[in-house]
């Protein structure tokens, strides 16, 4: 027996697919109880990296608003310092100093990681696209058998009703013409008397 041979679906071309786990179609074609493993695995990953982007996106804008804060100190600190050579001004600005490098180290990482979490999360998007396609396609061949099954059930289903709504007519006729045979043969008083007997 052949196996049907597998069909490369090259999902590169696709200009642009949504964020699966965002779309609210995919999460009502995909409930709970019908996500295989690997969709849930893949699922979960793509939660994760989407969590990561929000919070480093969360911690930029933290750190940017920190280190303008920390760069209008060392303005306002710098006429004290330099005029008045306030030591306690001069440490309060080598430390807001200190902070800003290290703030700018933290950008800079976070700035890399954001730049590298879009192509991550497309990929994880493309296998869960490639995952749902086939747990879709599997499904929709089990409905397209069950339609079938359903469709002959009717069909036979039809046929039977048909035979019996022709038969149902021949005993109606039948009982029909006996009954008007006994009506017209013994009359309508002793019909009555006969239908008090036998019908009740």
Known sequence: MFRKKEVSIDYALLKKIPILILDKKWHNIFPHEKKTKKILMLE?????????????????????????KLMSDIINLTDEV??????????????????????NNKLEKIQKRLQRLPSEIEEVNQRLLRE?????????KEHQEKTKELA???????????????????????????????HDLVGVELIEELDKRYWR
């Open 152 to 182: 002959k059930w009717i069909e036979t289903t039809r046929e039977q009703l048909k035979n019996n709504v022709k038969e149902k007519t021949i005993h109606e006729e039948k009982a029909s013409e006996i009954y008007s045979y006994l």
């Open 44 to 68: 979960k990953q793509l939660g994760n990296l989407l969590k990561e982007q929000g919070q480093l996106n969360n911690d930029f804008n933290d750190y940017i608003k920190l280190k303008k």
């Open 132 to 140: 749902s396609v086939k747990v879709s396609y599997k499904e929709m």
């Open 82 to 103: 330099f005029s008045n050579e306030n030591e306690s001004d001069k440490e309060k600005m080598g430390k807001n100093k200190k902070y800003i490098i290290e703030i």
